[in-house]
T-cell receptor, first 111, second 115 residues
């Protein structure tokens, strides 16, 4: 059983459309991170959110951390083919020296 | 600066054999974490080392072990390989460790196939 549940598992959209990926847990995290992984490579950090209710924007990507620090969402506006990849959320505990990852959402943006 | 280097990138073993994977972290990083990635389970935490000490361990059998050397390089070993051990093994380094806002820098992984 995953500590972090991501939905949807797969997402295929047309270029220019918007998408949202969700990451939910029953556990409270000290911080939550989002990574993107492309085939043949390791995950790369996109953002870290720390404060409950926090919203961070990186160009067309908007990340939100839930008020209770148990859930998060990633919203992409006007998706581009370059956004294609596996999106992973990861929660950090409190001084337990590990990140717990969700199973990931595979996003495909068609040109 | 150079990224995280994992060797070998690909390897094929048979059931019952053992395997050792190596990870060289980013210079200056003292924490090394290991993860197993499979299509069905995602990234599963194996263990984390900091300054040669294991600080946390995931829920894997004792066949999975690791160590860290004084230069922060790390190795993980899997003994008595099983078919289910086929996976991408990812190593990640960070300065202080994956707690709070610590960012993990991942290598490209070692793809293990067990026949």
């Amino acid at each position: 059983t995953q500590l972090l549940e991501q939905s949807p598992q797969f997402l295929s959209i047309q270029e220019g459309e918007n998408l949202t990926v969700y990451c939910n847990s029953s556990s409270v995290f000290s911080s939550l991170q989002w990574y993107r992984q492309e085939p043949g490579e390791g995950p790369v950090l996109l953002v870290t959110v720390v404060t409950g209710g926090e919203v961070k924007k990186l160009k067309r990507l908007t990340f939100q951390f839930g008020d209770a620090r148990k859930d998060s969402s990633l919203h992409i506006t006007a998706a581009q083919p370059g956004d294609t990849g596996l999106y992973l959320c990861a929660g950090a505990g409190f001084n337990d020296y590990k990140l717990s990852f969700g199973a990931g959402t595979t996003v495909t943006v068609r040109a | 600066k150079a990224g995280v280097t994992q060797t070998p990138r690909y390897l094929i073993k048979t059931r019952g054999q053992q395997v050792t994977l190596s990870c060289s972290p980013i210079s200056g990083h003292r924490s090394v974490s290991w993860y197993q990635q499979t299509p069905g389970q995602g990234l599963q935490f194996l263990f984390e080392y900091f300054s040669e000490t294991q600080r946390n361990k995931g829920n894997f059998p004792g066949r999975f072990s690791g160590r860290q050397f004084s230069n922060s390089r790390s190795e993980m070993n899997v003994s008595t390989l099983e078919l289910g051990d086929s996976a991408l093994y990812l190593c990640a380094s960070s300065f202080n460790g994956p707690a709070n806002t610590g960012e993990l820098f991942f290598g490209e992984g070692s793809r293990l196939t067990v026949l």
